[in-house]
């Protein structure tokens, strides 16, 4: 920035004010003067003709009286003394005009004035005097005053010029300080600190504070934007909770890899996933779950630091990558198992947080690699090989191309269970629950698929890849529905009339908000005693709201259905669950009877739940039971209640009319 440029712009300013003031100060102080001047000579003219009027009385009052010849040649040359006389006239009290006199020289371009008087003598009155005065004009007095005026304006100027610079020196000197001290002024990295030498006790040392006041907040301005441009810098590429590089960072670095690479050499991609941290959440609290998450992030941190990158890419999800690990493919799978195993072995070992003991549940999707530049193909390939072991519940799953073919069936299952529904390919079985007395008493609905190309599928083929839908909700419905039906059919035997159905319902399925109301109008259509319903509830239903399910168990309680809890005893809080919600029934886990002879503690826990339910009166059935020595075994731990494959199959309407009916 250069100043130069503004260098006496003010003096001049003020100069042209200064004059200009003064010079109009002037004028109207001259103006005055002159009119004043003006006034003055009318006033001396005035009292002029009173004096004349008064010393030549006696000759004025001679002459009205005598009118004499030589008394009137007396007066003219008595009035030539008065210079600014220009004209008399005498008149007497009856207005005659008795005397006039008129002035020899008289000076054209001046002014006159007129004025006239009373003549007195002796106290009485003879006559009017009228009189004419010459005075000067205007011009006149300019004319006069010429010289006058030239040096006053010219001292006016000269004092103009001084006041003028001394005043723009007064002004301009702190603004060019402020200019000059500007200009060197710089915002970069360096967080110098500017501030004004302030030398001034007027305004100028007021806006001369103000400035460095200014550049102190700008300074702290600046240094908090620079402090929150590199934490924008750090929540873009890193994770906040961890510290582990986030998956846009993730991304990003693997790139910047991968195209450096020119090694061919195998490299390893695994992607962990945490599959039930909302539950966590949910039962204890989000604090545990981020507490749950760090703790992840310092061991993958601690134990797996020789991986090339590390990073937190979703809520639950961690990945980890190894570049050019080897080039013997078959080595390298070893080697990513060994990691597998490892954090397998690290991860879902229970952590206790405080004095709260949480398992984890831990699956992996690894993908090995070579030649491949595209991040987000590697990313894909691990995502898809998590999927599958999360489908089909297994800790570790490879990728290869027949996994892409079974996400794709998955996806084709998804298209063909949804034009099922509209088809009636779907079709509900019967297992029935047996009584102490070995009677049937109860049925559980199971659903079924008729595919037109697989034969008869089992839920366990369609039912979690519409669980990852709405579609779920809709199955769901049509379950209702169907078994409304059912039992109104089972209602016109005596064999069965009797019978309580129950039916699985989906935690998407409940937290419907139409849910209630649904299943009402639904048994209303069949004209179906809502008690002859059980609806079997699994944990994930209560662990989003526990108020809001609470409060619509209550509203299904009301409506005269049964409530069940399934798989009880594999949870994290079931013994709270059945003491907060209004259950009917909760399913011993078939893990706990199938191992009851393995491991003892079984027995102890069937035993406990089966007391637990009698002291809160709600029945308790045993599921899978499948030998003898099962339903023997559980009779003697005092349950009253069974279904498993000891007693009946799951088997069709048709296959249970032909043989009860």
Known sequence: MKTAIYKGSIQKKFTKA?????????????????????????????????????????????????????????????????????????????????????????????????THTSLFYNKEKYGELYFEFEIESIWEILKSNFVFLVAILMGFLIFSLVMARFYAKRFSKPILDLVNFLDKVEFDNKMQEYKLCCKYDDEFGKLYEEINILFEKMMDFILQRDQAK??????????????????????????????????IGWSIMLYVKLTNLKTINHVYSFQDGDLLIDFFAKNIKEYFNDSTLRARIGTGNFALFYKDIGDNKEKVTQAAQSIADALIAILETPVVIESKSIKPEIYIGIDIFHNVSDPLEI???????????????????????????????????????VNALKNDELELFYQFQYNLDEKIYAAEALIRWRHPKYGLLTPYKFIPIAE?????????????????????????????????????????????????????????????????????????????????????????????????????????????YIKVFPLDQIKIDQTFVRGMFENQKNAHIIKSIIYLG?????????????????????????????????????????????ELF
């Open 18 to 114: 200064i004059f200009f003031l003064v010079f109009f100060i002037s004028f109207i102080g001259y103006i005055i003067f002159v009119g004043w001047y003006i006034h003055d000579q009318k006033e001396q003219r005035v009292d002029l003709a009173k004096d004349i009027t008064q010393v030549l009385s006696q000759d004025f009052v001679r002459l009205i009286l005598l009118d004499d010849l030589s008394t009137a040649t007396d007066l003219t040359t008595k009035l030539q003394v008065f210079a600014p006389v220009r004209k008399v006239v005498l008149f007497d009290n009856k207005n005659k005009k008795i005397f006039k006199y008129l002035a020899k020289k008289t000076i054209l371009k001046q002014n006159t004035f007129k």
């Open 230 to 263: 590199k934490q924008l810098e750090f929540i873009v590429q890193y994770d906040p909770l961890t510290g582990l590089l986030n998956k846009n960072g993730f991304i990003k670095s693997l790139e910047k890899i991968l195209q450096k690479q020119q090694h």
């Open 379 to 417: 990313l894909k390939h691990t995502n898809i090989a998590l999927e599958i072991a999360r489908d089909k519940h297994k800790n570790i799953v490879y990728f290869d191309e027949s996994n892409e073919k079974y996400i794709q069936e998955s996806f084709n299952i998804y298209d063909e269970l």
């Open 468 to 576: 990852r839908t709405e579609l779920i909700v809709d199955i769901g419905k049509w379950v209702f529905k169907e078994a409304c039906r059912q039992i109104q059919q089972w209602e016109k035997h005596s064999v069965s009339k009797e019978w309580v159905i129950s039916v699985n319902v989906s935690a998407k399925q409940f937290n419907d908000e139409n849910f209630v109301t649904f299943v009402e109008e639904a048994a209303k259509e069949y004209n179906v005693n809502p008690q002859k319903i059980k609806l079997e509830l699994l944990e994930s239903v209560f662990v989003e709201d526990q108020a809001g399910v609470a409060k619509k168990m209550m509203q299904l309680k009301e409506l005269n259905f049964n409530l069940s809890l399934d798989d009880f005893g594999t949870g994290f809080s079931s013994l709270q």
């Open 614 to 658: 009698s002291l809160l009166d709600i029945e308790v059935i045993a599921e899978g039971v499948e030998e003898e020595k099962h339903y023997k075994a559980l009779k003697r731990l005092g349950c009253k209640y069974f279904q498993g494959y000891y007693f009946a199959y799951p088997r069709s309407v048709e296959d249970i009319e032909r």
